[in-house]
């Protein structure tokens, strides 16, 4: 199984809280439990969620229509989640993590992001982050 860097870091994070990460053996789930709200672990500027989406689908060349149409919403809705002025769903939140081109390790994380369950989470998202194996013990 491989991870990203900032997986290991966004783990290392939780640990570091005194809070359970639990990931099934085949790397097929990942889930983070008892997550403060307070914990922030952005090694660059902070965006807020919104703010990243709008960069995201202006990095990947999609309007706010199109992003919408990918994730089954209105374009309008797309305008208010990146003005920060609305929070998706989670079933919205996920769609929009797929049509992100986002890995689907950090997918739940995202989704968690979005709903204001946790406050920061950028760092996780890097398509530039190297890779490294994981070994189970």
């Known amino acids: 199984m491989y991870a990203d860097q900032s997986d290991l870091m966004f783990a290392s994070a939780l640990l570091q809280e005194k809070v359970a990460l639990m990931v099934d053996r085949d790397g097929l789930a990942a889930t983070c ?17 919104g703010q990243w989406v709008r960069q995201r689908r202006q990095a990947l060349h999609l309007t706010q229509q199109q992003l919408g149409a990918l994730s089954g919403c209105a374009a309008e809705t797309i305008r208010k989640i990146e003005s920060d002025l609305r929070s998706p769903s ?44 994981l070994s189970y013990g």
Do not use: Y
């Open 33 to 49: 439990e008892c997550l403060p709200r307070s914990v922030s672990w952005m090694d660059s500027e902070e965006l807020s969620f």
């Open 90 to 133: 989670p079933k919205v939140a996920l769609l929009i993590a797929q049509a992100l081109q986002l890995r689907p390790t950090v997918h739940m994380a995202f989704v968690r992001w979005a709903r204001g369950d946790i406050v920061h989470m950028p760092a996780l998202l890097s398509d530039n982050a190297p890779r490294v194996a």
